[in-house]
């Protein structure tokens, strides 16, 4: 069953109000989006997702509840294009949760899973072109290594890479996990599964997790109302590198205006960090999914 990761805290950092105007760019299987539509009763959600699995169940769940809400079905991305098309220039609440949702693990067919044996799939959007077929079967050796080393942060990568394109054609998960515990120490097989960063890399490219998200941060910042926060759990170091750096290029004052004895109002920062949370001990006893997770809360300054 999907646990949501942190979820008190996320509704406690919305600081959500009966008519809180909110976006949940990360639907899923609606754990956070759920909760939310139960305290904005005179508010409003758009909730994001490309999974057509995630949208069918959320669908019904919500509307169990409320019907103060629409799922829009694109990438989070295309953000403020999908909400200008709603008539939305401002909302007051934006929820980012980057793990790949339980169900999607957890459902073999899906290929996210290095436990499981399905073909290599690992689109976010199941209409979309390329997959984790591709990326292990088509990409040359540098691509293939860049992409461990730099979304995998894998140390093996080289080994690995020159493991997969030997082996070639590659079509299902325990097929790949095979090949990477020939290709890694087995002392490093031993101490965490070899297969993790891998996989995770291989997710990352096929889905262009990161590039899309420094892109929609960007732009759910400018979405804020002032008062408005933005809350972003990230799951590994790539992710939340990138909105750590984000968060601090909108709420710190340029260098060039620290020396000035009085910065105009309009050059101070219209952003300010709020919260940078990880789950409580008691969280990760009853949800190990969320050992590696993290909440980043930002808020914009109301002058």
Known sequence: MHKSVLLNEVLEYLNLRKDSLVVDCTLGYAGHSSEILKVISDGYLYAFDQDSHAISYSSQKLSAIDSNYKIIKSNFCYLKEELNKCGVSTVDGILFDL????????????????????????????????????????????????????????????????????????????????????????????????????????????????????????????????????????????????????????????????????????????????????PTKQELKENPRARSAKLRVIEKIER
């Open 99 to 278: 793990g790949v949702s339980s169900p999607q693990l957890d459902e073999a067919s899906r290929g996210f899973s290095f436990h499981q044996d399905a073909k290599l799939d690992m689109r976010m959007d199941q209409n979309q072109d390329i997959s984790a077929y591709e990326v292990v079967n088509n990409y040359e050796y540098e691509e293939l290594k860049d992409i461990l080393f730099k979304y995998g942060e894998e140390k093996y990568a080289s080994s690995i890479a020159k493991g997969i394109i030997a082996s070639r054609p590659i079509t299902n998960t325990l097929e790949l996990v095979e090949i990477i515990k020939k290709h890694v120490p087995s002392k490093y097989a031993r101490e965490k599964h070899p297969a993790r960063k891998t996989f995770q890399a291989i997710r990352i490219e096929v889905n262009n997790e990161l590039n899309v998200l420094d892109s929609a941060l960007r732009q759910a910042l400018e979405l804020l109302k002032p008062g408005g926060r933005l809350c972003v759990i990230t799951f590994h170091s790539l992710e939340d590198r990138i909105c750590k750096s984000i968060f601090k290029e909108y709420s710190t004052l340029d260098d060039n205006l620290k020396k000035m004895p009085i910065v105009p109002l309009e050059l101070l920062p219209k952003y300010k960090v709020v919260a940078n949370i990880k």
